[in-house]
């Protein structure tokens, strides 16, 4: 059986950007999960000490705070340092910039729009800095729920489809006097989801690899399945099923923007033993 990995996958800059910064800060701890594997958390704590920390408030006086990826809430960030907590911040700059965007369309008096998970770290982060506040949607028929001004502003939660995003904004162009829609998907998650489309038309057997509540990596899943029907979304080699690749010929393998290279091997290794 072919084993083939997609053209674009695992580790995105702002990831490769955090877990540097942990690596360089040992004893410190994350105000929540840097990212979304466990695996690498676990790592982090194990050979660095960087450990996990899931309430701001026991931040003391003096210790080191790694802001975590996908950003924290606006207040939440200005109580550390008012603590005198040194705050290391590995925020993804692609996080960053709605979190900007917000504020200032927001301070501007637009409507603020975030696609999204609302749930999610990351937007309830992006949604502190709407000064005015901000509202979630996941779809057109969120939108038609709502009572907007003439002035919208768009922004995406950054690992989103962009056909989703799309659908949003060629809805509301023509309902409202302006809307100024923000590409704040990033470029690392568009190619990954390409690249796991073109790779998953041609598999008869997919395996994404990533924490099951990454958000990006159930995206990349949502794709594979709708272009290979044997698709299965694990997060590392003690998932996989043998039965999985009886009589196939072809397994691509994808992964989340925080699927480290070590698991990817891992697995690729696991599925290599299984078919032999």
Known sequence: MKIELAENYGFCFGVKRAIKIA????NAAT???LIHNSKEIARLDKDFKVGLVEDFTTFKAGEKAIVRTHGIVKDELAALREA?????????PYVTKPQEICQEMSEAG???LIFGDEKHPEI??????????????????????????????????????VEEYMTLAQYLIPRHKEVRVFNTICNATF??????HK?????DVMIVIGGKNSSNTKELFSIAKENCSNSYHIEDETELDASWFINKSFCGISAGASTPDWIIQNVINAIQESVQ
């Open 84 to 92: 005198g907590v040194e705050v290391i911040d590995a925020t993804c």
């Open 199 to 203: 790779i998953a038309n041609q598999a």
């Open 23 to 26: 690596e360089e800060n040992q």
């Open 31 to 33: 105000y929540g999960p």
């Open 124 to 161: 309830k982060g992006v949604k502190s800095y709407a000064t005015n506040g901000a509202m979630v949607v996941t779809s057109v028929e969120d939108l038609k729920e709502l009572r907007l001004k003439e002035h919208i502003a768009l922004v995406a939660q950054t690992t989103r489809k």
């Open 191 to 196: 190619e990954n989801q390409e690249a796991v």
């Open 110 to 112: 637009y409507d603020v």
